[in-house]
């Protein structure tokens, strides 16, 4: 297993929010988390990126216990997370956060061609490479954000809601490059209200729900519908 | 106004200005990364001149080792500062008020500290070079052309630093989003530290300059660090070029009115500008800090 | 106040009132004296910076400015001191509101930087003005007090020792008297939540005036009875080292509790009293106090007693 979360309980003040959480991803597998907001995926994901503490359970990366370490020793040992609608460094340029992108130490080697194949990926990059961040559009900016992530040379890679808000034209080029690196055999965990798009990236989805992770099917048989109907109303 | 004065009055507001330089952009640095105000930095300028005294002239072994001692003292307790007084406080809703507190007695304890290690006996530092330049006229000593000549060097390669290595990025990054910097595995209490020891050390050379001019003693970094201090309300933080066009700014202005109305006033006057600069525009003349 | 509140508060008094007659040592009474004028600096400090929310650092110079005036006043223009008392409180409020104007604009950090650039300012211009405030050397002989057939100085201090306790006493009513009012409300509201308070109808820039002026006056006052009382009006009183010990007072009596940095007042006063010869290492001591105290009771120790107590 290359993740491995048993009975992890985390929240915020006096507020649990998630209740004993156990979710598993394998060697080379992309797994999609959907559920109702507020209930504990973004929570989940920066537990396990070190942002938000344990308070129960443990976390394991590839064999390595990493529940409650530093964010920093999480991403050095290659699992990476892009945080959902993330503003990045408005003051630095395109260039300059790839390039802290490959802080790691292990990822030090083959900066310049991950730099190469992120901007073959999104070319886009490669155009706007020294301008700051903070003239670039929100498709831009989650480009980037995804770069950034991929010169870490991540061993799983963790999105949250990469398409959030943006306009369906941008969300079909992120989505098709989220494909790619899936295809290529990046191993990812995604967080997407788009059940759909989820359903075409992964293989495998899971449902949370009030904290715990209450279905995990193929996505093939999941019935769109009938979630959709129970846990977003009518109305979705 | 004759020819002399105004060469006399240019001469002086270079001097100035670089000090002033050399100090407000370690403050700024600091400023722009934690989003506090380091009332300890002029005791890091003291701190830099007393260890310089004591390997140049205490130790009788010059002061070119003199100044990488004292540049290498302030910066390890620059770092040991922030881990000590800033960095327990990082995300506590009142952070800028306790840092003002915790630095302030920080300042307490380095004065005290240089009190009990030196005394209060006041002492020199042997210039940078010795002798008299003459320029345009005027005569100024050899030191303070040196420390006029040698700042844009310091400034840029501070600005290349900051500007042109990952390190410095990860510096900026930092200070402009906490959360995403560390979750690209960037060591957030490395860089604060590093950004205190960065300012620290340039006050050390602050304090090298300051300490062959006037005589030195353990307040001496008090009233530098207040006009370091209108320096970046006067400029604003957001740019590097801010504080440091403010500082010969503030360098001019203050010989201007040392030499039109006295020495005595001219606090008020400097005083009097940074309000009107605040009322026009609160975040300094050239935009202030994000945080 | 509850009646529990009352209670302690008339035992508190009784007691201080008591102290001089059972242990008759002038310089208990001396450090008594000492301690009741800071604890009415410290708890007015309480008023804009605990009450406020208003980072104000030229509160000293509220206390300085009394200290001159007082010495001014009385030495140089032949007040009375009785009057020159009242002026210091007065000349403090008018200088709190000189502050206040810049201030009105400005949030966090700039009005910290600000109000510590008015306070070193105003030291600047007293050591300047060696003509009439003595330079770097300070007034010193200043006239005192005189009630017709008595001298306050006299019976071991006595006179100075119940005009401090009294000095004191009207401060806190009129603390919490203003604490209490309609006004003490609004500064709060205005404090917690400047959008909602402003979105009311309150306007920020009247409160923070008033504010800062309510908190100068006994500060001014407390500052020509400190010069009154030594005699001597010093550039010292705008030292860093007094204003680490009212920020130490503040911080271990706990923000916006009044109470708690007049108690705090007392025993730091004491222990400062106490370490006198210590020389540097006193300072040393007060600064590793006050990084120990936010560290661990950001509170102050008052709200931590409290916690304990409930």
């Not at chain 3, 919490?176 to 009311?200: E, H, K, M, N, Q």
Request: proline letters at 4%.
């Amino acid at each position: 297993m290359l993740l491995e979360i048993a009975g992890l309980k985390a929240g915020y003040g006096g507020v649990t929010v998630l209740h004993a959480l156990d979710l598993e991803i394998g060697a080379a597998e992309t797994v999609g988390l959907f559920g109702p907001n507020g209930h504990g995926k973004t929570t989940l994901l920066k537990t396990v990126s070190g942002l938000v503490a344990a308070r129960g359970g443990t976390i394991r990366f590839d064999g390595v216990d990493i529940t409650n370490r530093k964010p920093g020793h999480i991403v050095e040992l290659g699992l990476v997370h892009v945080p959902q609608g993330n503003l990045l460094f408005p003051d630095c340029t395109v260039a300059e956060a790839l390039s802290l992108g490959a802080w790691p130490r292990r990822a030090r080697p083959r900066e310049a061609a991950n730099r190469a194949r992120i901007e073959t990926l999104f070319p886009r990059l490669a155009e706007r490479r020294r301008q700051k961040i903070h003239g670039l559009s929100g498709g831009e900016r989650q480009m980037l954000a995804i770069g950034v992530a991929l010169m870490a040379e991540p061993r799983l890679l963790i999105l949250d809601e990469p398409t959030l808000g943006l306009a369906p034209k941008v969300r079909g080029e992120l989505a098709a490059a989220i494909t790619e690196l899936a295809g290529g055999g990046l191993p990812m965990l995604v967080v997407e209200q788009d059940l759909r798009f989820l359903g075409a990236v992964c293989p495998r989805l899971a449902l949370i729900d009030r904290g715990q992770v209450v279905l995990e099917a193929p996505s093939a048989t999941i019935d769109e519908a009938a979630i959709m109907s129970r846990y977003f109303g009518d109305a979705a | 106004m004759s020819g002399d004065a105004l060469v006399t009055i240019a001469v002086s507001a270079l001097v100035l200005g670089s000090l002033y330089a050399v100090m407000a952009l370690g403050l700024a640095v600091v400023w722009s990364s934690l989003g506090i105000f380091n009332f300890a930095h002029g005791l890091f300028m003291t701190l830099g001149a007393y260890v310089a005294w004591q390997v140049a002239a205490g130790a009788g072994w010059g002061l070119w080792p003199g100044i990488v001692a004292a540049v290498a003292a302030a910066m390890a307790v620059g770092a040991v500062a922030c881990e000590l007084l800033v960095r327990p406080f990082l995300g506590r809703k009142d952070v800028v008020l306790v840092a003002v507190i915790t630095t302030l007695a920080g300042a307490t304890l380095i004065e005290n500290g240089v009190l009990l290690a030196w005394g209060g006996r006041p002492k020199q530092l042997p210039p940078l070079a010795t002798g008299t330049v003459n320029l345009f006229g005027a005569a100024l000593s050899a030191h303070e052309a040196v420390i006029v000549a040698i700042t844009p060097l310091i400034l840029l390669a501070v600005w290349l630093f900051l500007g042109r290595t990952r390190l410095g990025a990860a510096l900026r990054a930092v200070a402009q989003n906490h959360e995403a910097a560390l979750l690209m595995g960037l060591p957030a209490a490395r860089l604060y530290a590093l950004a205190f020891a960065l300012a620290a050390g340039l006050a050390a050379i602050a304090g090298i300059f300051l300490g062959a001019i006037r005589f030195m003693s353990p307040a001496m970094g008090g009233d530098p660090l207040l006009k370091a201090m209108v320096v970046v309300i006067f400029g604003g933080v957001a740019r590097f070029a801010g504080p440091v066009v403010a500082a010969y700014l503030i360098g001019l202005i203050e010989a201007v009115s040392t030499y039109a109305i006295g020495l005595y006033w001219t606090p008020s006057v400097l005083f009097l500008f940074m309000i009107g600069t605040l009322m026009l525009r609160p975040q300094g003349l050239f935009g202030g800090a994000r945080r | 106040m509850t009646r529990r509140g009352v209670v302690i508060g008339l035992a508190a008094l009784g007691l201080l009132a008591a102290l001089p007659f059972v242990f008759p040592v002038p310089y208990l009474r001396h450090i008594f004296i000492l301690a009741f004028i800071y604890a009415v600096v410290a708890s007015n400090w309480d008023l804009s910076l605990g009450y406020g929310g208003i980072f104000n650092f030229a509160h000293v110079a509220f206390f300085s400015i009394g200290v001159y005036g007082y010495g001014i006043l009385t030495k140089l223009a032949g007040w009375s001191p009785w009057a020159a008392l009242a002026a210091g409180g007065v000349l403090a409020t008018l200088a709190a509101v000189l502050v206040a104007i810049p201030v009105l604009r400005l949030s966090g950090i700039y009005i910290i930087l600000v109000t510590f650039a008015f306070a070193q300012l105003v030291l600047q211009l007293v050591v300047s003005q060696s003509g009439l405030t003595g330079g770097m050397m300070g007034m010193v002989g200043l006239p005192t007090f005189q009630i017709p057939g008595y001298n306050l100085a006299r019976d071991g201090k006595l006179g100075y020792y119940f005009g401090a306790l009294a000095l004191l006493v009207v401060s806190t009513a009129f603390l919490r008297a203003f604490v209490g009012s309609r006004l003490g409300l609004a500064i709060r509201a205005l404090r917690d939540d400047p959008d909602y308070a402003a979105a009311r109808g309150i306007s920020v820039a009247r409160q923070r005036i008033l504010t800062l002026a309510a908190s100068a006056f006994f500060t001014g006052v407390a500052g020509a009875y400190y010069a009154a009382y030594l005699r001597i009006a010093s550039p010292d009183a705008f030292g860093v080292s007094l204003l680490s010990l009212l920020l130490s007072i503040l911080l271990l009596g706990g923000l916006a509790s009044i109470y708690g940095p007049v108690v705090a007042a007392l025993v730091l006063t004491f222990l400062s009293e106490a370490s006198v010869d210590l020389g540097p290492w006193r300072h040393i001591a007060i600064a590793v106090v006050i990084i120990v105290v936010v560290r661990i009771w950001p509170g102050g120790l008052w709200s931590a007693l409290r916690r304990l107590s409930s």
